[in-house]
């Protein structure tokens, strides 16, 4: 249970806002570390704890893609490839990184590791292709750069 476990964290967060619902986007980032993603039981977690009902929790989990609705590889690369992106290359680069990886849209290697999913805006449009791992910009990216970055989470995944 979260407010066992996080209870002192849980604290210092609301204490932050005015009112308990306030803290629900805080309190979802918990979760999230805490499971990996946003589990149904999360869900239910965080509305008792903000006093919301469930739905409203999950719809605000569900409006940002900053939260993960169902399990994810230890690196989320997310791909812009909206309209702006796109004109630069980005639909391209989504195919190209794929099929580096060897997955589908919205997969994950079978080693855990990348998840790729494409996403619409991420406010970085006059530097595509970019993507955003675990909540961390990569702009003016090309294989050659993006395979860099692959091996070195790799390493770092495994602790070298
Ligand atoms: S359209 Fe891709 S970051 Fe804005």
Known sequence: ??????????NKIFAKYPDKRSAV???????QEEYGYI????IDEVATLCELDPTQVSSVAGFYTMYRETP?????????????CALRGAEEYHHQLLDHLGIKEGETTADGMFTVEHVMCLAACDRAPMLQCNFHFHENLDMEKTKKLLDQWRSEANGK
């Open 39 to 42: 589990t149904p039981e999360s």
């Open 72 to 84: 994810k590889g230890k690196y989320w690369l997310q791909v812009c490839t909206d309209f702006p």
């Open 1 to 10: 249970m979260l407010s066992e476990k996080y209870q002192e964290r849980i």
């Open 25 to 31: 986007m805080p309190l979802l980032y918990v979760a």
